[in-house]
């Protein structure tokens, strides 16, 4: 079924990556993942939409793991801004942690070099990684089962013998 999931996954993904971050919008994410479950529950439903007959659990599955892998790009990508746009008082914040917490001097540079912002975006992506992967593979499953096309009986059955 490759092709026909590519549409529905990037969609999935640009829903659920662009709602995690815009500022308060992001926080429905701390409500069980609600923007990533949604991302793959877009895409399931746009799959649907898309194929004459019911679609598979599987599918469903399969198109909500690319939405969060795709969405795991989008964060990435639209958080860069945010990222550059808030040094200053990300800056502040940090150092006022390592200042509560008595961090040792060598963990303290590397934490505010460059090479420790790199190791911090590194982890969020893989974090993101993985969260998308689960939550909105369970978020495909979940549109899979809601918006699965209805077969009429003499369908299944085939046309009823008088």
């Given at each position: 079924?490759?092709?026909?999931?590519?549409?529905?996954?990037?969609?999935?993904?640009?829903?659920?990556?662009?709602?995690?971050?815009?500022?308060?919008?992001?926080?429905?994410?701390?409500?069980?993942?609600?923007?990533?479950?949604?991302?793959?529950?877009?895409?399931?439903?746009?799959l649907q939409q898309n194929q004459?007959?019911?679609?598979?659990?599987?599918?469903?599955?399969?198109?909500?793991?690319l939405a969060g892998i795709v969405?795991?790009?989008?964060?990435?990508?639209?958080?860069i801004p945010a990222f550059v746009?808030?040094?200053?008082?990300?800056?502040?914040?940090?150092?006022?942690?390592?200042?509560?917490?008595?961090?040792?001097?060598?963990?303290?540079?590397?934490?505010?070099?460059?090479?420790?912002?790199?190791?911090?975006?590194?982890?969020?992506?893989?974090?993101?990684?993985?969260?998308?992967?689960?939550?909105?593979?369970?978020?495909?499953?979940?549109?899979?089962?809601?918006?699965?096309?209805?077969?009429?009986?003499?369908?299944?059955?085939?046309?009823?013998?008088?």
């Amino acid at each position: 079924m490759g092709r026909p999931l590519i549409q529905p996954a990037i969609v999935g993904g640009l829903v659920s990556g662009v709602l995690s971050v815009l500022p308060v919008v992001a926080l429905g994410n701390a409500c069980c993942c609600l923007w990533v479950v949604s991302g793959g529950v877009v895409a399931a439903y746009l799959l649907q939409q898309n194929q004459p007959a019911p679609i598979s659990t599987v599918d469903g599955a399969l198109v909500g793991l690319l939405a969060g892998i795709v969405a795991a790009f989008v964060i990435s990508l639209l958080s860069i801004p945010a990222f550059v746009m808030s040094t200053g008082m990300e800056q502040q914040a940090i150092e006022e942690i390592l200042d509560a917490t008595r961090t040792p001097p060598e963990v303290r540079e590397f934490i505010t070099s460059p090479a420790g912002r790199a190791v911090a975006a590194a982890a969020g992506f893989l974090f993101s990684l993985l969260a998308g992967a689960i939550f909105s593979t369970l978020g495909g499953l979940l549109g899979a089962a809601i918006f699965r096309k209805r077969v009429p009986p003499e369908a299944v059955d085939g046309p009823v013998a008088e």
